[in-house]
């Protein structure tokens, strides 16, 4: 997301509205929201809205990817709340592909975690 306060307002508008729509149980216009939005980027929290969107609409294989594109942004940002996240998303949506993207993070942190003890 870009810096400049103008984008940062019009981004938090973008995303409330889109919440709206998903509130409102109109997950495809959500969807839409949230891919125009996506536009700017991976954004984690438009890409969680997303996957819930596609989950309402019984979209799975959709979901699946987009949980992927999820767990990506978001372990860029904080990769242990990343983990949480896809843990949760799991118990909803068991995909093979975010059950291995779930392991390769879990493997991740933990060899972070192995390295800073080694150096400590």
Do not use: H, W
């Not at 973008?14 to 109109?26: M, S, V």
């Not at 999820?70 to 059950?99: C, N, R, S, V, W």
Request: aromatic share 4%; charged share 30%.
């Amino acid at each position: 997301m870009p810096a400049s306060a103008p984008s940062r307002a019009l981004y938090s508008f973008a995303l409330r509205k889109a919440q709206e729509q998903f509130d409102a149980g109109n997950y495809e216009e959500a969807i839409l929201a949230c891919e125009r939005l996506l536009k700017r980027g991976e954004i984690a929290e438009v890409l969680d809205l997303l996957v819930r969107c596609l989950l309402g609409l019984d979209r799975k294989a959709e979901a699946g990817v987009a949980g992927l594109r999820f767990a990506d942004a978001a372990a860029a940002e904080d990769p242990a709340k990343a983990l949480d996240a896809l843990t949760e998303l799991i118990k909803q949506l068991p995909d093979p592909a975010l059950i291995l993207r779930r392991s390769q993070l879990l493997s991740a942190l933990r060899q972070v975690e192995l390295a800073r003890k080694t150096t400590a």
